[in-house]
């Protein structure tokens, strides 16, 4: 928790309860994340982490418990007043989400040209730069198609971009692309993280990638938060489920519970 | 005994459960339609009002989608059914030496019912389906939480210019319509019932009273507002991938087409009995 006296805290999560019907996916949540820093949420899959991150943007009303963003708690916005905090929130999405009726440059333009009374003529170069930055220079008319996967995500991460945000959400950026693709999109948050001086909240469960990007790691399983920390911290850890993530351990099982569950496969009485 | 009562009772809970969850099920759809209903009259009337914005542009491209490319389809269709009605009613008309009251019953048929219902069922089968397939896969691919991520509101980026091109272009396509249907009329009532064009046309407009093209138009307004709610809310309903999406989207065109029926027949009825 050295971190989060050491810097100011731009997100804060406070007793966070989300179910669905009976289900309890997140339970009692507590977290902090520093400003300007970038901020890894690991977990395997199925442990909660993408559905925190669409309750951190505001996308669904959580069961109980209040998330801060910037000082202020969006379970309680109304709708004008969260979309003036989203302004000054990027996200990009597992599937990438660029709208695929519009050209790669109109993606990118389209928050520009819905929130700012900017000129044409400025949001085109604002396009260009910020497709520049993501090293998609020259693809304003394409249509999103007509782009590779690690050219979406590229896409996508120049349409979060484009209102120069305070804070940057990446969920599983490397998800379905190969090593060299991922490896790129690392590079980008890095460079993005420096350019911009923005805060990143990446989701993920790639260890390498987490290596190489996280200032501060929260760990999930289960609903739970199971550690928070810097990369050393996490490093060392003694926790049984941090070490089987870094240890790339698989489940295990007693020679009991196997035979249970293969004879339960075997007989056909259920 | 008491394990009878005991299974008994779980019976009897599992029905009350099943009616339970319907009661509920039907609750939640009834709510998100009203919500679909309610948010779209506040972002087409409200909303640009207190300087919200209206996205006219977006619009306009609907309409050209939805009006515009749909002329030769509609075109065709009506001056087919005009040409049918005239057959089937001078097969009729011809018993009794009246085959000058062909020019009635097409021109009146066709503005009256014909011309709306046909232009709405084509438009269902177009655009309705088109729309569900939109949002749908839109909703599949994160596109509507990448809007709202943004500070968009769905309703007012999507559903809304749909509707007003839908509004618009439904009645102007019923106009084309009912002008190509009549002429699908005269066709036959020049070439095969000798009737001769003059006669027929003259006749034709003096059958027509201006009740029969307003009853039809104001119908065609509520099927167009029908088809786009349908289609919106499939779209929005979609779940689980393209399998979904294509479900939703045959949906939205049997339901689409069974709402413009029961419009119709009480449209149709209120201008009989009251007007």
């Given amino acids: ?270 | 005994m008491t394990e009878n009562v005991s299974q008994r009772q779980g019976l009897f809970v599992q029905f009350f459960g099943w009616i339970g969850r319907l009661v509920l099920e039907l609750f939640e759809r009834v709510f998100f339609i009203y919500r679909l209903i309610l948010d779209s009259l506040y972002w087409t009337f409200a909303a640009p009002l207190i300087g919200k914005g209206l996205r006219l542009g977006s619009a306009f491209d609907e309409m050209v989608k939805v009006g515009v490319n749909a002329v030769p389809i509609v075109g065709l269709i009506s001056f087919s059914i005009g040409m049918i009605l005239a057959m089937q009613s001078a097969y009729q008309l011809e018993q009794f030496g009246a085959t000058i009251f062909t020019a009635n019953l097409v021109a009146v048929a066709q503005t009256r019912e014909l011309g709306p219902l046909m232009t709405a069922i084509i438009v269902a089968g177009r655009s309705g389906s088109g729309i569900a397939a939109e949002i749908g896969t839109m909703k599949v691919g994160e596109e509507i939480e990448a809007l709202q991520s943004m500070g968009f509101n769905p309703i007012k980026f999507l559903v809304v210019p749909k509707l007003l091109a839908l509004a618009v272009m439904v009645p102007c396509l019923t106009i084309i319509s009912d002008f190509i249907g009549i002429s699908g009329g005269i066709s036959i009532a020049v070439f095969s019932l000798d009737l001769g064009f003059g006669r027929y046309l003259s006749a034709t407009i003096f059958a027509l009273v201006f009740k029969d093209i307003i009853t039809g138009l104001i119908k065609s307004v509520v099927f167009a507002v029908l088809v786009g709610l349908t289609g919106c809310y499939m779209g929005f309903k979609v779940e689980g991938g393209a399998e979904g999406v294509g479900r939703r989207t045959t949906q939205s065109v049997v339901v689409s087409i069974f709402l413009i029926i029961l419009a119709d027949a009480f449209f149709t009825s209120l201008f009989y009995y009251l007007w």
Avoid: W
Avoid at chain 1, 46 to 65: A, F, M, N, V, Y
Avoid at chain 1, 249 to 264: K, L, M, N, Q, V
């Fill in chain 1, 1 to 270: 928790m050295e971190t989060s006296t050491k810097t100011e805290a731009i997100i804060q999560v406070r007793n966070l309860v989300v179910a669905y019907e009976e289900r309890v996916i997140l339970d009692n949540i507590n977290l902090v994340i520093p400003r300007g820093e970038t901020t890894v949420i690991l977990g395997g899959s199925g442990c909660g982490k993408s559905t925190l991150l669409r309750h951190l943007i505001g996308l669904h009303k959580p069961e109980s418990g209040n998330i801060l963003v910037k000082g202020r708690d969006i379970t309680q916005l109304g709708e004008q007043e969260l979309s003036d905090i989203l302004r000054k929130v990027g996200v990009v999405f597992q599937s990438s989400a660029l709208f695929n009726s519009i050209s790669v440059g109109d993606n990118v333009a389209l928050p520009l040209r819905e929130h700012t009374r900017l000129e044409e003529s400025t949001i085109q170069i604002m396009t260009k730069i910020k497709l520049d930055m993501v090293g998609l220079s020259g693809y304003e008319r394409f249509m999103p198609s007509e782009l590779s996967g690690g050219m979406k995500k590229r896409a996508a991460f120049a349409r979060a971009i484009s209102m120069d945000p305070e804070i940057l959400f990446c969920d599983e950026p490397s998800a379905g692309l190969d090593p060299i693709v991922a490896a790129g999109l690392d590079q980008l948050i890095l460079k993005l993280k420096k350019a911009l001086k923005m805060t990143i909240v990446v989701v993920t469960h790639e260890m390498a990638s987490m290596y190489l990007i996280a200032d501060h790691i929260i760990m999930l399983n289960g609903g739970k938060v199971i550690f928070t920390g810097t990369q050393e911290e996490f490093k060392k850890s003694q926790n049984d489920r941090v070490r089987q993530f870094i240890e790339r351990r698989p489940e295990e099982y007693s020679e009991e519970e196997i035979g249970r569950y293969a004879r339960a496969l075997t007989t056909d009485s259920f």
